[in-house]
């Protein structure tokens, strides 16, 4: 059911340092046709830091570890027809043959599945705003508690609840660690998160990684500020939020929604900075990998 491709698989066995990729960002995260070379640069960065790239997709009735080219372009191709695939959504997507791209929360499965360690992202799901009214928490977080998976991201999407977020990760165990920073980073922006532990190096990432799995069950989240990022994307956040609620847009569709909506309005800007940031975790996640394999 969890087939894992060789490269990968031999990379694993020996204890050389893979990466996982999701595929919801290929599929949903970007407008059409622009998720694939999204993908295609994730995968180059962690080849370059001398790591294997995994990325996971549902694909004929299997949960895959590890794409070819080929099969990366048919999620990327498939676009938002392909299911958006969380945790809840595997085991159903894999028994009726649907082509899925998996979410945070997916793929962390998928690494508990094969043993991958290291995984890179855009940024986590959370506690979504109006979250008294309605209880949306993206299943990232639950994933996140019972996976030994050191995950980077550009911290926490902007457009959730961060505050609210970040309890939820403390009450699930899952540490918060500043990629050479002490405030969280807020996915488009560098800045205004809360204080978070600060660590400098990949190798202090990996060492921290293997002391805290030794102790715990659950994921840590490296946040990596975005480089150029943009500060001033609150009303665009507001506004996106209100025409979804205007719009009826619910459950799995909120959050691409908001980010075609904050892609279109910010003339491009929110899109340079997510492929530039999707790429930047992707070589970051490698190195630590990379860091990780040495010590061991
Ligand atoms: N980061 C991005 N683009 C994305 C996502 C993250 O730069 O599209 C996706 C991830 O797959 C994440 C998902 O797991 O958004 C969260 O969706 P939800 O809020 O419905 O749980
Ligand atoms: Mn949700």
Not at 35 to 58: D, F, K, Q, W
Not at 93 to 111: I, K, M, N, P
Not at 207 to 233: E, I, K, M, N
């Amino acid at each position: 059911m969890t087939l894992v491709a060789p490269e990968a698989a031999d990379a694993l066995a020996a204890g050389r340092p893979v990466v996982a990729l999701e595929t919801t960002i290929v599929a949903h995260g970007f407008p059409a046709g622009e998720g694939l070379a999204v993908g295609r640069e994730c995968e180059r960065r962690i080849r370059s830091a001398g790591a294997v790239p995994a990325t996971v997709a549902v694909l004929d009735g299997e949960l895959r570890v590890g794409l070819s080219d080929e099969e990366l372009e048919r999620v990327a191709a498939a676009g938002p027809a392909a299911r958006k695939v969380g945790p809840r959504d595997l085991g159903l997507c894999v028994a009726l043959g649907a082509l899925g791209a998996t979410t945070v929360g997916g793929t962390l499965v998928a690494c508990e599945q094969s043993g991958v360690r290291f995984f890179a992202t855009g940024g986590l799901g959370g506690v979504h705003r109006g979250w008294t009214d309605r209880p949306d928490v993206s299943a990232d977080l639950a994933a996140l508690a019972r996976a030994q998976v050191l995950v980077v991201s550009s911290g926490v999407k902007s457009l959730l609840d961060v505050a609210a977020t970040v309890e939820v990760l403390e009450t699930l165990g899952v540490p918060l660690l500043g990629w050479q920073t002490d405030e969280l980073p807020l996915f488009y922006s560098a800045h205004g998160g809360p204080p978070v532990p600060r660590i400098e190096s990949a190798e202090e990432a990996a060492a921290v990684a293997r002391a805290h799995w030794q102790l715990s069950r659950s994921a840590v989240v490296v946040a990596r500020p975005p480089v150029d990022g943009v500060d001033d994307v609150e009303p665009l956040i507001e506004a996106a939020l209100a025409e979804a609620s205007r719009a009826g847009v619910r459950g799995q569709a909120v959050t691409p929604f908001v980010l075609a909506y904050l892609h279109d309005r910010s003339g491009g800007r929110t899109l340079d900075v997510n492929r530039r940031l999707a790429a930047d975790n992707a070589g970051l996640a490698a190195e630590i990998a990379v860091a990780f394999s040495r010590q061991s």
